[in-house]
């Protein structure tokens, strides 16, 4: 298998499918959770969150809530 990355639509899933999805190949998976990726996350590789924008709030606020969610530097 060459894909390794699955996205549930609408962020639906249970353990049962992620379980499923890993048996199938898949590494990690994608859903619509809020958030930071960190490594204590519950099962991180099978909820890989993200960060969405509502396409019409300023670059401003959207550049707010980027800096209050990195950690590197």
């Known amino acids: 298998m060459d894909t390794t990355a699955l996205a549930w639509p609408f ?5 049962a499918l992620t379980e499923d999805a890993r048996k199938a190949g898949f590494e990690t998976m994608e859903n619509t959770w809020p958030g930071l990726n960190v490594a204590d996350n519950d099962d991180a ?22 800096r209050r969610w990195y950690v590197c530097q």
């Open 45 to 66: 590789s099978a909820n890989v969150r993200r960060f969405g924008s509502d396409g019409v709030s300023e670059w401003s606020t959207i550049e707010t809530t980027m």
């Open 11 to 15: 962020g639906s899933h249970n353990a």
